[in-house]
């Protein structure tokens, strides 16, 4: 059995706080720590107050398909894409901060959190595995989640061609939510 030092122990511990503070779920917190389930288990249960949730974690790219999880999906992308492209902040560190400042911009325009930590991690890894790809919209010129190997020379994004039934979930004011998105670049 290898020994770690107490400072390697101490930021993979100070890590999985802040991944559990985001909302990562346990196979996400295994999966990027070298800490043990019980371990991972009771911080769990002491910053967040209760038990993790139990379950598989998603594994469809189909999810980020629809029309507002793919504004989300392609907003957090694109936000990656600027770490990754003007930042030192690589693998993990990038997607977190990505996803902070995905909520950052997801409160400061009081809009729903559509993509949580786990599916923000899943689709990172959905990109490197090949599963998924950005496509430029024709229109707006913006990079945007797609099916890897589909065909995109005539995409057109769903903030350019919002779907009729758009703003009929859960809140009235999703249409709003095409507006306010800022522009998503190709990276």
Same mark, same amino acid.
């Given at each position: *059995?290898?020994?770690?030092?107490?400072?390697?122990? %101490?930021?993979?511990?100070?890590? %999985? *706080? +802040?991944? &559990? +503070?985001l909302?990562?779920r *346990?196979?996400?917190?295994?999966?990027? =720590?070298?800490?043990?389930? +019980?371990?991972?288990?009771?911080?769990? !249960?002491? &910053?967040?107050? +209760?038990?993790?949730?139990?379950g598989?974690?998603?594994?469809? =790219?189909?999810?980020? &398909?629809?029309?507002?999880?793919?504004?989300? #999906?392609?907003?957090?992308?694109?936000?990656?894409g600027?770490?990754?492209?003007?930042?030192?902040?690589?693998?993990?560190?990038?997607?977190? !901060?990505?996803y902070?400042?995905?909520?950052?911009?997801?409160?400061?325009?009081?809009?729903?959190?559509?993509?949580?930590? =786990?599916? /923000?991690?899943?689709?990172?890894?959905?990109?490197? /595995?090949? *599963?998924?790809?950005? #496509? @430029? @919209? =024709? !229109?707006c010129?913006?990079?945007?989640? /797609?099916?890897?190997?589909?065909?995109t020379?005539?995409?057109? @994004?769903?903030?350019c061609n919002?779907?009729?039934? $758009?703003? !009929?979930?859960?809140? $009235?004011?999703?249409?709003?939510? /095409?507006v306010?998105?800022?522009?998503?670049v %190709?990276?």
């Open positions: *059995m290898r020994m770690k030092s107490l400072v390697q122990d %101490a930021q993979e511990t100070q890590r %999985a *706080m +802040e991944m &559990i +503070e909302g990562a *346990m196979q996400m917190l295994e999966s990027e =720590t070298g800490l043990s389930r +019980e371990r991972l288990l009771k911080l769990y !249960k002491e &910053i967040r107050g +209760e038990s993790p949730p139990k598989m974690l998603p594994f469809s =790219t189909d999810w980020f &398909i629809p029309w507002q999880q793919n504004v989300h #999906a392609s907003l957090f992308m694109s936000l990656l600027f770490m990754n492209k003007n930042t030192s902040l690589r693998g993990l560190d990038a997607t977190l !901060k990505a902070r400042l995905y909520r950052d911009h997801v409160q400061a325009h009081d809009l729903e959190e559509v993509l949580s930590l =786990t599916r /923000a991690w899943t689709l990172v890894r959905f990109f490197d /595995a090949k *599963m998924l790809q950005l #496509a @430029c @919209c =024709t !229109k010129g913006g990079g945007f989640v /797609a099916h890897a190997f589909d065909p020379h005539d995409y057109v @994004c769903g903030l919002v779907p009729a039934r $758009a703003g !009929k979930g859960k809140r $009235a004011g999703l249409r709003e939510e /095409a306010t998105a800022p522009k998503l %190709a990276v």
